[in-house]
């Protein structure tokens, strides 16, 4: 079973993002990342808490359009999730409208904030989890609407704003991974930017740099992203989204 | 009480604060009642739903204080949006947690509560209220001091109660429903079905009695009263008339008729037409 999709890829990828994280509550928000959380529980990372999206915490393993299993584990109601996000052992996957180098992200409004020109979600949680627990992003479509030179609005906060805001800012903020369905990014560049660390199979480093509106730094050669294994493959197809939803977020 | 006598108690230019979470559990027969009156200049404070989109709609809001506005299945509130792109509303957009930590202090009648949430974002920035404090322990953490949102009055809509104000939630989540009566100078709470008290734990255990009589100030008999959001485990979202909010919200005239159809009466001209709706479009409300 070596033929494999790039949405397959981007959801193996986002599992990667909760690599040995123990026993934390993953917070994957939308499709490709609700994929990756569960195919990392069901793999190589069996400690993880997942929630039913409601208020539950549940066992197992289930597809991403179907109920969640019977069994509960847990009892999450939002303000347990506060209480819970700001021990630390939290790791959410958040899905920014835009991004920029240093990470900071905003999912509130687009133009000016006194009167934008697109209101969106407002900035939700962000500014909490981002300086509480470890945070990764997925981008389903990567390109330089989202990748900015700099975000109208930072609600996930960066490494420049944590550092500028001082030591209580930074002392838990640890911005992890972006995901997207051309590459794997992180933020080991200097001074925290934004660094390729693998571009898919069949993508180029070219074309991830053309869709960044910002210089990505990149470090000599850049491998290719990991492909899922067979065991992932199966979890993926028949267990976690066998109806294929992966492939209208992540066309082939 | 009725939604009209609960509204009667309400002022101008309070600071009100409407539970539930999106588009979930809203009080939106008291939100409905709202727009039936000539209130206006209200500070509303809330995760946002519908609620927020109907009151900006009808021109009842000044100030909007929030950490999302959202209808869940439907990501992003039109009317909303409209406001915010407008300039109609002013607001405070703050974390969630911020939210919480606000709602708490007043609660306990803190001036503020320490967060970290907030540091080193936007929020700062737009809301240049806000101040830091300095951790007087060895420590020397410097936080965000979230101020009291202090309530002039709070509505939320539960599954049942009693008539003296002991309210149960029956759902997945009591959402911050608590919170907003215990910041509030006076709370009310409209709900599915008054029932004696002893029938509030006959079935269900009596640790989802989360609201008090004492936080309370009047009850409401509101059934099918968080219609169109959802008040699980009664009845979920109507998601088909939820779709037909949000797209009659895009469009004046299509907004015209929504208004004329739903919104033009009474609590029970509302529900007859929502009932109505159902016998029509084969769609359960």
Not at chain 1, 88 to 109: F, K, L, W
Not at chain 1, 180 to 205: E, K, Q, Y
Request: one cysteine or more.
């Amino acid at each position: 079973m070596s033929e494999f999709t790039r949405a397959e890829v981007c959801a193996a990828a986002c599992a990667d993002a909760w690599r040995g994280d123990g026993e934390i509550m993953a917070g994957p928000m939308g499709l490709t990342p609700s994929i990756g959380a569960r195919l990392a529980r069901a793999t190589f990372e069996p400690g993880l808490l997942l929630s039913d999206g409601e208020a539950t915490l549940v066992a197992g393993v289930w597809a991403v359009d179907a109920p969640p299993p019977a069994t509960a584990e847990g009892w999450v109601p939002f303000r347990t999730i506060f209480d819970l996000l700001a021990t630390g052992r939290r790791h959410v996957m958040m899905g920014p409208s835009q991004i920029d180098r240093y990470g900071n992200a905003n999912i509130s409004a687009i133009g000016d904030f006194a009167r934008p020109k697109r209101q969106l979600l407002g900035v939700r949680g962000a500014p909490g989890n981002t300086v509480n627990h470890p945070t990764s992003y997925w981008v389903p479509k990567h390109t330089t609407r989202t990748f900015v030179e700099r975000v109208d609005v930072v609600c996930g906060v960066g490494n420049d704003s944590a550092a500028a805001a001082g030591p209580s800012a930074s002392r838990f903020h640890e911005l992890r991974r972006v995901v997207t369905n051309l590459a794997v990014l992180d933020f080991g560049g200097p001074g925290g930017t934004m660094r390729l660390v693998s571009v898919h199979p069949g993508v180029t480093v070219e074309e991830v740099t053309a869709n960044t509106g910002f210089a990505l730094h990149v470090d000599g050669e850049v491998p290719e992203t990991r492909t899922p294994t067979d065991e992932e493959l199966v979890l993926i197809r028949e267990v976690i989204d066998p109806n294929g939803r992966r492939d209208r977020e992540v066309p082939a | 009480m009725t939604e009209d006598q609960v509204v009667a108690e309400l002022r101008s230019g309070m600071t009100i604060g409407i539970g539930g979470w999106g588009s979930r559990r809203k009080p939106m027969s008291l939100v409905r009642a709202i727009l039936r009156s000539d209130l206006t200049d209200l500070t509303v404070v809330t995760y946002g739903g519908p609620d927020v989109g109907l009151l900006c709609a009808a021109g009842k809001v000044s100030r909007l204080v929030y950490g999302f506005v959202s209808l869940d299945s439907i990501p992003l509130e039109p009317h909303f949006r409209a406001a915010r792109q407008s300039g109609a509303v002013e607001v405070t957009e703050w974390d969630e947690g911020m939210l919480q930590a606000g709602l708490y202090a007043a609660a306990q009648r803190l001036p503020f509560l320490p967060l970290r949430a907030g540091l080193g974002s936007d929020v700062m920035r737009f809301d240049p209220g806000l101040r830091t404090v300095t951790s007087p322990y060895a420590d020397g953490e410097e936080l965000v001091a979230v101020p009291a949102l202090h309530l002039d009055a709070a509505l939320v809509h539960l599954n049942r109660a009693d008539a003296a104000g002991n309210a149960q939630f029956l759902g997945p989540d009591p959402y911050f429903d608590d919170l907003y009566c215990q910041a509030a100078d006076r709370a009310y709470v409209s709900c599915e079905q008054i029932v004696p008290t002893e029938e509030l734990t006959a079935r269900t255990d009596v640790t989802r009695l989360r609201i008090h009589r004492w936080m309370v100030s009047g009850v409401v008999e509101a059934p099918n009263g968080a219609h169109f959001t959802s008040c699980a485990p009664d009845y979920g979202r109507d998601e088909s008339f939820q779709r037909e909010y949000a797209a009659a919200a895009g469009d004046p005239e299509a907004w015209e008729r929504f208004r004329a159809t739903y919104l033009s009466g009474t609590e029970q001209d509302y529900q007859r037409a929502v009932e109505a709706r159902g016998a029509t479009t084969g769609v359960q409300a």
